[in-house]
Structures are given as structure tokens and as C-alpha cells.
């Protein structure tokens, strides 16, 4: 009872900020995001009778307990909806660069989501599969499905209806997303403290939830359309409206460092030279660059002139989980 899954990250346009239910990823708002190329999970998930534990290998190690822990709950989740008993091993292989600010969560929790499910002879079509991902890591909904993905927010308080779904697929829209290290070291507070924090005491986020769905409206139509100036806009003033939402909260949130304003500037200068770019950032200090395929080159060199850039790595589109 075995199987392999394959499952790529992704990095959100429009974001996913807070929670409505922490212990099944609940999001207070729609989000939409790019799945990437670059960047990837493998994981084999194998039951077995023989086995009085479940043992998780990351990287060719034993994986730590804080990170084990994650798994194995999450596989209890997987074990009740099968209604098995049985313990496995999960041996994990991460593509995705951390310190870049791509976060491996999202790729983790759809390949073992995948994987686990297969293996168990779960037969869950997308959406199901979707929901299941989900409640291992928020936007690990969303690397399910390859290209441009909305992850619908949903009302029902058991989740039933909070499931990604693909808007384009990869193959459809190619841009250019190109993620600049400006720092490496650890954030001192999480994206779930972060958000956790934001929504409980910042007198902005009210604002946030007030117009962040006619963010993802006017996204989504941009995408339709193919426009990517339209989308650019919509994606730094979304990415720039989170971060403001931080600065509110009890106490200040302040992810950015010098590098990070440095490269926003640069940007912003880039687009008076009249090339097309536009940025977006997570609950971190590393930027990412949105631009069309015909500039990357030069948005590339660019961009690794700057003092504080450390690394720019580029990426395109992506496709859906799979199976190995």
C-alpha cells in the first residue's frame, strides 16, 4: 500500500491573511495564486501492518518533531476518511528553496496529501483532494492544480465548500515570476502568528477583509482578459494593502528590511523606463517580480545589480500534482 506524488508551490497574487477556523485552515478571504515550475515535493507514503508508528524522513533525515508532528496529524486525517488504523512511512524530497521566502508547505501538504490518499486507495477526484490538502497547510489547496488558481473562501463552518479550483492552466498564460533573496535568516514571526495576531488586534484589517474580494475580482478578470498590467497593479497594491494591515497590529509586524524597500523602489523605477514589472511580497523580506517573458532577461540583470540582492531565481507557471 504504497504511491509516490509529485506536487509543485505556489506564490499568491492575491493573498490568503487570516483564519476563520485554525484547526481546519478555514481563510477569512479568497485568495488566488500561480502555481511554479521550478520548485517541487516528491513524497512516497507507504502503510504498513508491520509498522507500531509512523516514521517521517525529510531530505534523507529524520525529519524533527515539530515537523513530524504536522504529518502525523495530518495523516490521522487521512487514516479516519479511510477508516484504517495503519501506521507509514513518509520519505519527503524538497525542491523549494526556504530561505528564497517560497514557502514548502504548500507542495509538502499536496504531494502527501496525494500520496497518502493513493496509496490508501482513496478515490478522491480534485476538489476532494483539495479539501484534504488543505487542512495540512492552507495553501497547499492550491498546488493541487497547475497554472492560475483560486482558492474559494466558502461559508460552511465544517469546510465543504473552501477548495481551490483552476481559473487558467499553466499552459494558457506564460509569465515571468522571478524571486529576489534579499535575506536568508529566520523571520522572527511566523505567517501564522503573523496572521493570527493581524486579524485579532490590527484596526486595518477590517479594511482588508472590506475590499480584498474585489481585489481577487478584478484579478481573476485581468487573468481572463490576459492583462497583465491590470494584474501587475492589482497584484502590488494587494501585496502592499497586507502589509499595511501588519504595521497595525498589537504588537507592530514589520517583515521588510532594507533590501526589500530597495528592490520595491527599483522596481517602481523600472516601470518609469517603461518596462512592465510589478512586485509582490509574502509574510517575509524576499520580493517577487512579476514581469512578461520578453523582459525577463533584463529584469533579471537588473535586479542582480542592486546590493542587497543575494540571488534572483526565475520561474513560470506550473503544473498540477502527479503521480510518480
Not at 476538489?127 to 488543505?134: F, K, N, P, V
Not at 495540512?136 to 473562501?153: H, L, N, P, T
Not at 483552476?166 to 535575506?183: K, Y
Request: hydrophobic share 40%; net charge neutral; charged share 20%.
Amino acid at each position: 500500500m504504497k504511491a509516490t506524488a509529485k506536487a509543485n508551490t505556489n506564490i499568491a497574487l492575491i493573498k490568503y491573511w487570516g483564519k476563520r477556523d485554525e484547526e481546519l485552515f478555514l481563510p477569512m478571504n479568497s485568495s488566488l495564486s500561480i502555481t511554479l515550475d521550478s520548485f517541487y515535493t516528491i513524497t512516497n507514503v507507504e502503510f504498513s501492518r508491520n509498522l507500531n508508528k509512523d516514521i517521517f524522513m525529510l531530505n534523507n533525515h529524520q525529519a524533527s518533531e515539530s515537523e513530524s508532528n504536522k504529518v502525523f496529524r495530518f495523516l490521522d486525517k487521512i487514516r479516519k476518511l479511510a477508516g484504517t488504523h495503519l501506521h507509514a512511512v513518509v520519505t519527503s524530497e524538497n525542491k523549494v528553496p526556504t530561505a528564497a521566502g517560497f514557502a514548502s508547505s504548500a507542495s509538502g501538504f499536496a504531494a502527501l496529501a496525494a500520496a497518502a490518499a493513493k496509496a490508501l486507495n482513496l478515490e478522491l477526484d480534485e476538489r476532494e483532494l483539495s479539501i484534504l490538502a488543505r487542512q495540512g497547510s492552507g495553501s497547499a489547496c492550491r498546488s493541487i492544480y497547475g497554472g492560475y488558481v483560486e482558492w474559494q473562501r466558502g461559508e460552511r463552518a465544517d469546510g465543504k465548500d473552501s477548495y481551490a479550483k483552476q481559473l487558467l492552466s499553466e499552459r494558457d498564460w506564460n509569465i515571468s515570476i522571478l524571486s529576489c533573496l534579499v535575506a536568508s535568516g529566520q523571520k522572527q514571526v511566523s505567517s501564522r502568528e503573523g496572521m493570527k495576531r493581524t486579524a485579532l488586534t490590527s484596526p486595518f484589517y477590517s479594511g482588508w477583509l472590506n475590499t480584498v474580494e474585489k481585489d481577487l475580482e478584478r484579478a481573476k478578470e485581468a487573468i481572463r482578459l490576459r492583462d497583465f498590467e491590470s494584474l501587475g497593479k492589482i497584484v502590488e497594491a494587494n501585496a502592499l494593502k497586507m502589509h499595511a494591515t501588519m504595521l497595525g497590529a498589537e504588537p507592530p509586524i514589520l517583515y521588510w528590511q532594507s533590501g526589500t524597500m530597495e528592490v520595491m523602489h527599483h522596481i517602481q523605477n523600472l516601470r518609469l523606463s517603461g518596462i512592465s514589472a510589478y512586485f509582490t511580497i509574502d509574510a517575509g523580506p524576499n520580493v517577487k517580480v512579476l514581469c512578461l517573458p520578453e523582459d525577463e532577461q533584463r529584469v533579471y540583470e537588473s535586479l542582480l545589480t542592486l546590493p542587497s540582492v543575494q540571488n534572483v531565481i526565475i520561474c513560470h507557471p506550473g503544473a498540477g500534482v502527479s503521480y510518480l
